[in-house]
């Protein structure tokens, strides 16, 4: 047998071998599913994002509670305790510090054990940081010193729009970090969109479209540094095939200029702003 027919079979092998321990860990049904169709149907209706997201990691909690109550007990590991007391742990176990699985094969565990709470906490931070640090500087009036000049430049729709790519880029680059890049320009010119009328999803775009998929081009941010390592690629390597990095922020920003797809406010909200 060559060397591929035998890697292929290997692989077989390995893949049955984790399918089989995965449906000795737990009952693999369509049940389980239920929590991402809860979140489904809040995110249809419109909910707010944290109540909706709340909402279902607590039906995800219950349906586990339900269909794999011995797969609860066993990650709480307390033989004494009550089954409800168990359950109850287990669902704030997994929410804040995540699950841990210890089944013996690496693959397995590596792909069922999770952070939960805990492992967010330092993307938290930072955006805690970022909205903090940008109403400081909005309260003792050090924003408007800093921008005002530049959106007394910025008269068109076009040039605002190139304003906030630059001011996300320079964000990626000399903060070194995604989440700032994205929700400092976010706070920064929330208000003068209002004022001249645009939709705020219009500022959403251009900011996510500038502020995130740019962080990887960037070899000291964060996201660069983590895809370098990762792929074990220099980020100046891989940035000529990222079409999709490159060309975000250019289209966004074209939409900025030609004005086409951007959305404005209705009368009635500006004549009350």
Do not use: H
Not at 22 to 44: E, H, K, N, R
Not at 107 to 123: A, E, F, K, N, P
Not at 125 to 152: D, H, R, S, Y
Not at 179 to 193: G, H, N
């Amino acid at each position: 047998m060559s060397l591929g027919g035998q890697v292929n079979c290997r692989s077989i092998v390995d893949t049955v071998t984790d399918l089989n321990q995965l449906d000795q860990i737990f009952w693999i049904t369509p049940l389980a599913l239920i929590p991402l169709l809860v979140l489904g149907i809040l995110s249809f209706r419109k909910v707010p994002a944290s109540l909706a997201i709340m909402l279902a990691a607590l039906v995800g909690g219950l349906t586990a509670a339900i269909l794999q109550p011995q797969v609860v007990m066993r990650f709480v590991d307390e033989p004494g305790l009550a089954p409800l007391l168990v359950f109850i742990k287990g669902i704030w176990m997994a929410m804040a510090n995540g699950y841990q699985e210890n089944s013996g094969i690496a693959d397995i565990d590596r792909l069922l054990s999770r952070g939960g709470m805990d492992s967010m906490l330092y993307t938290l931070w930072i955006i805690i940081g970022a909205v903090t640090f940008g109403t400081l500087m909005e309260e003792f009036g050090m924003l408007a010193k800093l921008i005002n000049p530049v959106l007394l430049r910025a008269r068109t729709t076009g040039k605002l729009f190139l304003t906030i790519t630059c001011t996300a880029i320079g964000l990626n680059i000399f903060a070194g970090d995604q989440y700032i890049a994205l929700v400092l320009p976010v706070r920064i010119f929330k208000v003068e969109f209002q004022k001249r009328g645009l939709q705020p999803q219009n500022l959403s775009r251009i900011a996510a479209d500038a502020g995130t998929v740019t962080s990887p081009l960037v070899p000291w941010n964060s996201c660069g540094a983590f895809m370098a390592a990762t792929l074990g690629v220099s980020t100046f390597l891989y940035l000529p095939y990222c079409i999709f990095n490159i060309a975000s922020p250019l289209l966004s920003l074209g939409y900025g200029i030609t004005g086409f797809k951007i959305e404005k406010l209705p009368l009635a909200n500006l004549n009350e702003s």
